[in-house]
């Protein structure tokens, strides 16, 4: 299957920018997804892009698509304590049929 | 806003035995998924289904797993004789046209003692 990967943890201080990074091998990547897990919870859709995009904002969101460098973030501005949660970097792809592949996810700390 | 609902929240079962994992997909989804994600792991992919049989499947998704639509609102997913490797929460999916994002649920927790 395609590899998506993320860095596992980031710490950011409450009202700065929290940027995750998310690396991803589908060629052929068409959609890229970020989702948000809340301890025990399931994953909530934040946000999406197409490829033939490469920059989408959405209130304190702001997604980034690198295309050439299979690179996505998500920035999120002025940071909360309730952003405190695990992100998720999803793809598919024309050849990922209905398959959507997962990174690991970020786990992202706000400190008061 | 519709949601994906899963029930039960959290199930306790015995190795060997049988379980039901139950959701009800948004109602006019057309596409139906179950992943799950053992704890501090990935989230990874078991079925994709969509009118009225399996698309796709991973290779986790063996002869111990099968999924059924049984009516018009319900996806099930079964776990035969369950391993403590199964222990997991269990996400049911959904979306509707070919082009819109998955949808989850809030996901069952299974825990095999």
């Known amino acids: 299957g395609e590899d998506v990967e993320q860095s596992l943890f980031l710490s950011v201080r409450e009202g700065d920018s929290s940027v995750i990074n998310c690396t991803y091998t589908d060629s052929s990547s068409t959609y890229l997804y970020w989702y948000k897990q809340e301890p025990g919870a399931g994953l909530q859709l934040l946000t999406y892009?197409?490829?033939?995009?490469d920059m989408k904002q959405d209130q304190r969101l702001t997604v980034l698509l690198n295309k050439k460098d299979k690179h996505l973030s998500l920035r999120i501005a002025d940071t909360q304590t309730g952003d405190s949660a695990i992100y998720f970097c999803a793809e598919r792809g024309l050849n990922t049929g209905n398959q959507f592949y997962f990174g690991t996810g970020t786990s992202l700390t706000v400190i008061p | 806003e519709p949601e994906v609902t899963q029930t039960p929240s959290h199930q306790v079962t015995q190795m060997g035995q049988e379980v039901i994992l139950r959701c009800v997909p948004i109602s006019n989804h057309l596409y139906f998924y179950w992943y799950r994600q053992i704890l501090g792991q990935k989230v990874e992919f078991l079925v994709s289904f969509y009118n009225n049989e399996i698309s796709e499947k991973s290779e986790i998704f063996d002869d111990q797993f099968s999924v059924e639509r049984p009516d018009g609102s319900n996806f099930t997913l079964k776990i035969r004789s369950t391993k403590l490797e199964d222990s997991a929460m269990y996400f049911c999916?959904?979306?509707?046209?070919?082009?819109?994002?998955?949808?989850f649920g809030n996901g069952t927790r299974l825990t095999v003692t």
């Open positions: 892009i197409f490829s033939n995009m």
């Open positions: 999916a959904s979306r509707g046209t070919d082009n819109s994002p998955l949808h």
